[in-house]
Each structure stands twice: as structure tokens, then as C-alpha cells.
């Protein structure tokens, strides 16, 4: 933390007398003096400073992130099958091999070029994992709850959609509970749990979900990412349920603790006020939990962040949210500094439009953005402490 407040001292001072040109795009066209990518752990990125969309680096054309940030659950699976796949073998096995091609690898068959390198013993050799995946590949199509759709909507789609509803619910259910009691492996175990806990939210079946999670994930005593996939399912459960404050703790744990999940975890927090952060935050108990808290308050109302930036200094200087913070802060500043969209009036708007420089800000806009002083105010106490 210490060198990143040092960084952001060199880009405080540089912004207050670089020479530059701006375009009218703030997120797509702008100076970025400051590399919001200089933090560490990539899977905050999507919480990174953006004005155009829902999270730094969202492709709205793919419905995704467009980050190259890798998938815990591919991770986990490369490491079970004890490298002998690659990280994108790992990930065409999960994601991309049809159903068709596992079954055949079951019945002997070899009829996937992925197969055909593995060899058929692959199936004998990783029998549990196989079967989970063929089990899962089936459900996958149907793993979305049901929409219902408003009456009184504008646009309602007629265009059906799979969903759990779509699946025979007794079947599913004693298929999925006899899988998970022959499985010998605890991790596959646990995705059986998982894909129980699910199901059931997904048909809005909430205290079964509840119950399974309980039933069926707890026992196992196992907290991978799985397990947090599973929570998530369960704070969705609890949510469907009007329970928001069991919900909001929950996906906060799964915020926390998951790797890929922590935009979804995000969305699905019911952040109206400002007492429910203060829940969360009375419920955190270690400086991890409440330097997390207060990002989310800082993130969800991201106005002058010193106050909170502070309070988490002082539970953490070298914590890895803070520095994210940190990074917006700087490039928050900077778009105040460096302002591109702004409306000027009379003698200002010449000067402010043929040289931009020395920096121009609105008097109307001054209270609410201009933050620098207080930001270079804390990086020097923060740095006289540290020597």
C-alpha cells in the first residue's frame, strides 16, 4: 500500500502540471494518466474506475467482461485432474465437449479429438468426475429460473426459454441426492450439493434450497470455491424469500471469498440505504470483512471517498480492496482535473477549450469532485507513518 500511496503522490503531482489534450469519450478516449491495472489481484478489475458501463471492461455485445481474467472453477477442475489437461483442454472438457462424446467415452467410444488424446481409460481412470460432468452438462441447458413476466411490461417476449421448471423435479431431485451418496470424493460431493442447492432455487423451491444447503454442502465441512457458489445459491434462495439481511451477509462472504463471481455477488446485495451496509458491517469481525464493508459503501456512492479510505487505513494499509479504491480515487481525480464533457460559460469556455490546461473546474462542480487535497492530505500522513 505504501508504494501505490507513493505512486499516487507522483500522479497527483503530474496531473496538476502535465500538458495534454483531450476527446470527448471519458472512458474509451481519455488520458488515464494513472494505469487503474497496476493493482494486483486481477479479479477486482471489473471494480475499477468506468463511466459506460456496469463494470470496468463489460463487452455489452458479449454479455461478459471482456478481461482476461481466468475461471476459478476451470482452475479447480486442471487441478484435479492433476495437470495432465491444459488450462483450455480443462476448460473445452467443462464447457465446450458435447454430452454426447462424454457418453460415448463412457461406452468405450472415442469419438472427441480431446478423447481420442486422452485415451478411453480417461473415463475408468476419473469415473466420478466424468459422471458429475455428464450429469451437469445435462442440467446446465436448463439452469435458469423461471421468468415471469410483468402484465402490465411494454415488451413481453414470446420466445420460450429453457428453464428448471422444464425438468422433471422428482427425477432430478433423487438422481442428484443418489449421485452425491455414492460419490467416495468430497469435492464432487460438494458440486452435487451445489447443483441440489440450485436446482431448487431455480424452481423457486427457497426453504428446500435452504434446507439442502444445510442437509447436503455444511456436512462436508469444504470451503472452495464450490462451496461459495453453493452459498450464493442460498442467499438467492433466502433473498426470493424476503430475507435480504441473511441474503446481503451471505453474498458478501461470496463477494469476498469467490474469484469470478464477485460481480453477480455484487448486483445481488439489496443495497437500498445505508443501514444495510451498516449490517454488514456489524456482523464483519475481521479487518478483511470490514475493509470490505466499507468498499462496498464507498463503491456504491462514490463521491469523496477519503473518509471511508481512511477508516480502512486504519484496519489495513496493505489491503488489496483499499488499493482498488485507491486507483479509482486517483482516476476519479483526474477526470475532475482533466474534464472532458463539461459546460463552461462566458470568458472560461475559450480559455478551457483551446488549451485545457491550466486545469479548469467549475465552481458548481468543485465541492462534489475536487477530493485532490484531501487524497494528498492522507498519502502524506499515511507516509510520515511510515517513515
Not at 465446450?96 to 480431446?114: A, S, W
Request: hydrophobic share 35%; proline share 3%; charged share 30%.
Amino acid at each position: 500500500m505504501k508504494k501505490l500511496l507513493l505512486t499516487a503522490a507522483v500522479c497527483f503531482f503530474f496531473t496538476q502540471k502535465a500538458e495534454a489534450c483531450a476527446s470527448y469519450d471519458e472512458d474509451y478516449e481519455y488520458f488515464n494518466l494513472f494505469a487503474q491495472e497496476i493493482i494486483q489481484n486481477k479479479y477486482y478489475e471489473p471494480f475499477l474506475l468506468t463511466y459506460s458501463s456496469s463494470f470496468y471492461g463489460y463487452d455489452y455485445y458479449n454479455g461478459k467482461l471482456d478481461k482476461n481474467i481466468p475461471d476459478e472453477n476451470i482452475e479447480s477442475w486442471e487441478k484435479f485432474f492433476g495437470g495432465k489437461l491444459s488450462y483450455e483442454e480443462t476448460n473445452a472438457l467443462v464447457k465446450l465437449v458435447d454430452i454426447k462424446h462424454l457418453n460415448n467415452l463412457k461406452k468405450g467410444e472415442t469419438t472427441h479429438p480431446l478423447f481420442q488424446k486422452l485415451g478411453k481409460n480417461f473415463y475408468t481412470n476419473n469415473k466420478e468426475a466424468m459422471d458429475y460432468l455428464i450429469q451437469a452438462k445435462y442440467m446446465e441447458p436448463y439452469m435458469r429460473i423461471n421468468y415471469i413476466a410483468n402484465p402490465d411490461a411494454y415488451y413481453r417476449s414470446n420466445e420460450k426459454v429453457k428453464n428448471a421448471l422444464d425438468l422433471n423435479y422428482d427425477k432430478t431431485s433423487a438422481a442428484l441426492v443418489s449421485l452425491y451418496k455414492a460419490a467416495k470424493n468430497p469435492e464432487i460431493k460438494l458440486r452435487y450439493a451445489y447443483q441440489l442447492v440450485r436446482f431448487n432455487h431455480y424452481t423457486r423451491r427457497y426453504e428446500q434450497a435452504i434446507i439442502d444447503f444445510k442437509t447436503y454442502v455444511e456436512p462436508l465441512k469444504l470451503k472452495n470455491h464450490i462451496y461459495y457458489y453453493a452459498l450464493d445459491q442460498k442467499a438467492g434462495a433466502e433473498r426470493g424469500l424476503g430475507k435480504f439481511d441473511e441474503a446481503n451477509w451471505n453474498f458478501f462472504q461470496v463477494f469476498k471469498n469467490s474469484k469470478n463471481k464477485k460481480e453477480s455477488a455484487y448486483n445481488s446485495m439489496f443495497l437500498a440505504k445505508e443501514k444495510d451496509f451498516q449490517k454488514i458491517l456489524n456482523q464483519a469481525k475481521t479487518t478483511e470483512d470490514k475493509n470490505m464493508a466499507y468498499f462496498l459503501l464507498a463503491y456504491n456512492s462514490f463521491s469523496n471517498p477519503i473518509p471511508i479510505m481512511e477508516k480502512m487505513i486504519e484496519n489495513d494499509a496493505d489491503s488489496e480492496i483499499l488499493k482498488v479504491l485507491t486507483v479509482r480515487a486517483i482516476n476519479q481525480m483526474e477526470r475532475s482535473y482533466l474534464n472532458v464533457n463539461h459546460y463552461c460559460y462566458d470568458d472560461k469556455c475559450e480559455t478551457f477549450r483551446n488549451k485545457r490546461l491550466p486545469f479548469f473546474v467549475d465552481e458548481d462542480y468543485r465541492e462534489s469532485k475536487d477530493f485532490a487535497k484531501d487524497l494528498q492530505n492522507t498519502i502524506i500522513k499515511e507516509k510520515n507513518k511510515k517513515g
